[in-house]
């Protein structure tokens, strides 16, 4: 039997709902707002304080990859009622295109913006 291939980019909302709800991880009564459908910000009460953390890729942006990661991230915080405090990326370069120059630029814009936010770049993967 041939298995159906799933659509490039975002996982369909049925699906990842199913995922989210089948694979939880250990529970944990300090995580206040989870993964859900919908929701791009965690909300982690560590203390008694609230953490609020969230990732989201930037796709479809050719130009300031850099500067629209950082305040698409800032932005979804801003939402929750947080400031932003601290970055880290996840970069996915294309196959066979990447230059030095364009590693550079990304890294530079995200430096940039997130200076401009009085944000740290904390670490990332690529």
Request: hydrophobic share 35%; proline share 6%.
């Amino acid at each position: 039997m041939k298995k159906k291939k799933l659509p490039t980019g975002k996982l369909p909302s049925d699906l990842l709902e199913r995922l989210l709800r089948e694979y939880p991880g250990a529970r944990d009564d300090r995580l206040i707002v989870g993964p859900k459908i919908g929701e791009d910000a965690a909300i982690i009460e560590p203390s008694d304080n609230y953490l609020v953390v969230k990732s989201d890729p930037v796709t479809f942006a050719t130009d300031e990859i850099g500067w629209y990661v950082v305040n698409v991230n800032a932005n979804d915080l801003a939402t929750r009622g947080a400031k932003p405090k601290w970055f880290q990326s996840t970069i996915l370069l294309p196959e066979r295109k990447t230059t030095k120059e364009m590693v550079e630029s990304i890294f530079s814009q995200i430096s940039d913006a997130c200076k401009k936010l009085d944000v740290a770049v904390v670490g990332g993967h690529t």
